[in-house]
């Protein structure tokens, strides 16, 4: 368990055994999807960041153990419906639902955990946790669907680029962060206020997310190396690499997305490496999480604000 875990550590705990709970249903295979996928664990960044921001701004409840359930529901439908989309086979060091179970088990079993989540904001009945929620959850849909539009398209731009990783990535850390605030009765100022936290955070975590695929492991990643590419995706280390390469490097670099094609995956990742596209991409990802230290450092000093810090320096620091 990582510092920034340990600090919430009985949250935690109670968010696990709720999220169990609430994969309940009278369908086996829902369970099993559910289960299978939840129980891969992941770093649960999302769920993390509700339950620190709700106690570092003093709320007493239990509704944050919630909303942080709510958060991973989400966080894992959007990972079911990638994955079919992508046509990924691995995840977190195991194989991907839709290649275990197929893709319309994949899908239906996301839609589930979608409604779920909208019946536990219901049982709270905050209208502006709903508002918050339900557009985050239309705004990620966005995201996806540009990404899918991007896909295979070597012209992408950098501020492109940068408003597919909020769609998709960031505006759920901002949610979590939000709805953390709302819950704890936090003034307009300081939500939003948290909502930056979390837009700097993701989009952080996303651009360290981009650079692994270029010069991670499978086995540390718990993903193939290169799915990116071999997806066509154009993210930021490609982006800054085309601009900044030979005219034969970037055609060589467009010609793999557009093809969404790894054979010339190794040539490919050290012109990105040589050509400065990880660097680029890292010190991208360190501003934005300056950024989000700067805001974080603003709020009341405490074991919760000390781990915000901490699980910020993880985003930008880690390895998989």
């Known amino acids: 368990m990582l510092s920034f875990h340990k600090v919430v550590q009985s949250d935690f705990e109670s968010v696990n055994q709720l999220i169990i709970d609430q994969l309940h249903s009278d369908v086996d295979l829902v369970e099993n999807i559910g289960h299978y996928i939840v129980d891969a664990g992941g770093k649960r960044l999302r769920p993390l960041l509700v339950l620190l921001i709700a106690n570092a701004l003093g709320y007493k409840g239990t509704h944050h153990l919630h909303l942080a359930a709510i958060i991973e529901f989400i966080h894992t439908a959007t990972l079911l419906h990638d994955d079919v989309v992508d046509v990924s086979s691995l995840r977190r060091g195991r194989p991907t639902a839709n290649a275990k179970w197929g893709n319309a088990p994949s899908v239906l079993v996301g839609d589930f955990l979608y409604s779920r989540s909208f019946q536990m904001m219901v049982a709270i009945g905050n209208m502006d946790i709903m508002a918050i929620l339900s557009n985050t959850t239309n705004i990620i849909s966005e995201g996806e669907v540009q990404q899918l539009v991007n896909a295979k398209d070597p012209e992408t731009t950098e501020a492109n680029y940068m408003t597919v990783i909020h769609k998709k990535t960031a505006a759920l850390f901002e949610a979590a962060c939000e709805i953390g605030a709302v819950i704890a009765g936090a003034p307009t100022d300081t939500r939003e206020q948290v909502r930056q936290i979390g837009y700097h955070l993701g989009v952080a975590f996303q651009l360290v997310d981009d650079a692994l695929d270029y ?31 030979s005219s034969e490097e970037a055609e060589l670099i467009k010609q793999a997305i557009r093809v969404g094609g790894i054979d010339k995956l190794q040539q490919i990742i050290s012109i990105v490496q040589r050509r400065g596209g990880l660097d680029y991409t890292k010190a991208c990802a360190l501003e934005h999480a300056k950024q989000a230290q700067d805001l974080i450092a603003r709020l009341p000093a405490s074991n919760y604000q000390s781990a915000l810090a901490d699980l910020t320096r993880f985003s930008v620091e880690r390895s998989n």
Not at 222 to 240: C, F, R, S, Y
């Open 215 to 245: 010069e991670g492991n499978a086995e540390a990643l718990g993903k193939n190396v290169g799915d990116d590419l071999a997806e066509g995706k154009p993210t930021l280390p490609l982006i800054h690499t085309i601009s900044k390469g």
